[in-house]
């Protein structure tokens, strides 16, 4: 069922909604909220709700600073935490941004993503699907209810994150995505101590962004109650396995069907998938710096844990940056296994979907699949297969990202200038620190 402005409001009043978050998200992949009371219910699905911007960092420039938000009648949904004192509920409203013109604002990411979503409608398909699998460590908290992070003191390792204390902690974050409409499709420990993965069934792209944000605060949420903090850094433990969130996608067809799926090839791909596949390694290091976007990034996209290091794809095994996993019908997907979960869900999305647009635009055909592990080939094979190495820090990142017109494109000018201004300053500030280990390495050295 479809939602529409009188069920929304009747809907609030029969669950005893009293306030209701209007949210969206930043470049920097931060959701960001503006909390009405029910009374301004009604004016704000009438598209009438207006924020001030200019709070918001990055988002907006001076002069623009009244935005309208825009309410996705879809995303309504209430939660069932946060209950206030008198027993009120609270809901929320995923929300587009628009100008005081009344124009989609250039700096709002979901908007951004309907933007090259139209582009791919205008090429013969009618959506783009995204199944994410997050990783995230439950770290347990001081006193002071401050993340500790006593690994390194190798005495407590296992002490750490006592299992069922993480793995109760994960049936409820479960039971909370269930009764939010997430169709849970796996929930397991992780490679390292303390880490987690929860897996859904995908969604078109809109949504499955909506609930990569949702998900997110549901899991720290969750997780506050149970006295722990989840972070979704990529690395936070030298010498354990990195935190990914690889992107699952497919292209559906005006008539519904999968158009990655072919009965009639030897691989079952269609030309389209391969397409696809090809745009995907062609821009691999220019969409990096999006779908990778912390300095601490590039501390996961290392060899020996299972992240990829190498623009390579393969149907077979696990090592290069994109796999093609054995299903087929409905289920033909591309997996892109570098993305990490601190990249904002609507920018990563729209620069793969450019990407492997892109591909199929200018039937660029992709290298041979190395169904080889490729942490094992030397530099030499790797050259001769035509191998490259993805950009190993966000400095180089951001390069090969400026360096694309086609890729800045996929974000506009407007996001493109400032996640590029932003990344700068935090690459620059990164390399002015004196870490521990040059401490370690050279103090007593030298
Ligand atoms: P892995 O084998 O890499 O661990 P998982 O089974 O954990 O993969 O996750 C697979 C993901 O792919 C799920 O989110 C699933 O819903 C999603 N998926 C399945 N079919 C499609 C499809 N056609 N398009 C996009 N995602 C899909
Ligand atoms: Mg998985
Ligand atoms: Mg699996
Ligand atoms: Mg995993
Ligand atoms: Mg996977």
Redo the contacts with the bound molecule.
């Keep these: 069922t479809k939602w529409t402005k009188d069920r929304i409001i009747a809907d609030a009043h029969e669950n005893n909604v009293h306030f209701i978050r209007l949210m969206f998200t930043d470049i920097r992949g931060t959701i960001k909220n503006v909390e009405i009371p029910l009374t301004q219910l009604e004016k704000a699905l009438e598209n009438n709700m207006t924020f001030d911007g200019s709070s918001i960092e990055g988002f907006v420039r001076i002069e623009e600073s009244d935005m309208y938000l825009i309410p996705d009648y879809d995303s309504w949904m209430i939660f069932n935490w946060d209950v206030p004192s008198d027993g009120g509920r609270i809901a929320c409203l995923i929300c587009d941004v628009d100008t005081t013109k009344r124009e989609p604002f250039l700096g709002d990411p979901r908007g951004n993503l309907r933007r090259v979503l139209d582009k791919m409608e205008a090429l013969g398909f009618s959506s783009f699907?995204?199944?994410?699998?997050p990783e995230f460590f439950l770290l347990k908290l001081d006193e002071d209810g401050r993340p500790t992070m006593d690994l390194n003191d190798d005495g407590g390792y296992f002490d750490f994150a006592p299992t069922d204390l993480g793995e109760n902690c994960r049936r409820d974050i479960v039971l909370e995505l269930e009764r939010l409409d997430f169709?849970i499709?796996?929930s397991h420990h992780e490679v390292a101590p303390g880490q987690h993965?929860i897996?859904?069934?995908?969604n078109d792209a809109i949504r499955?962004c909506d609930k990569i944000q949702l998900f997110k605060l549901i899991v720290k949420t969750v997780a506050r109650r149970h006295n722990l903090y989840a972070t979704f850094m990529p690395k936070p433990i030298y010498g354990e396995s990195g935190s990914g969130m690889?992107?699952?996608?497919?292209l559906?067809d005006k008539e519904g069907k999968?158009a990655?799926f072919d009965e009639s090839t030897p691989d079952q791909l269609s030309k389209d998938a391969h397409y696809f596949i090809g745009g995907l390694i062609k821009h691999a290091s220019a969409y990096t710096a999006i779908c990778n976007p912390l300095v601490n990034s590039y501390k996961r996209l290392v060899e020996g844990y299972e992240a990829p290091v190498y623009i390579a794809w393969s149907e077979r095994n696990?090592s290069p940056l994109i796999?093609i996993?054995s299903?087929r019908g409905?289920?033909?997907?591309?997996?892109l296994?570098s993305v990490d979960p601190s990249a904002n869900p609507y920018l990563a999305l729209a620069v793969i979907l450019q990407a492997g647009l892109d591909g199929i635009e200018n039937k660029i055909e992709p290298p041979m699949p190395i169904d080889r592990n490729i942490y094992t080939m030397t530099p030499e094979e790797r050259m001769a297969e035509g191998v490259f190495d993805l950009p190993s820090s966000l400095s180089e990142a951001i390069a090969e990202f400026e360096a694309s017109p086609i890729m800045r494109d996929a974000l506009g000018p407007h996001i493109s200038g400032n996640f590029i201004a932003e990344k700068t300053m935090e690459f620059e500030s990164y390399k002015k620190q004196v870490t521990q280990w040059e401490l370690n390495k050279y103090l007593m050295m030298y």
């Design positions: 699907n995204l199944g994410p699998e169709e499709e796996a993965e897996d859904w069934k995908y499955a690889h992107f699952n996608v497919s559906f999968n990655f696990r796999r996993p299903s409905n289920s033909t997907r591309i997996e296994r």
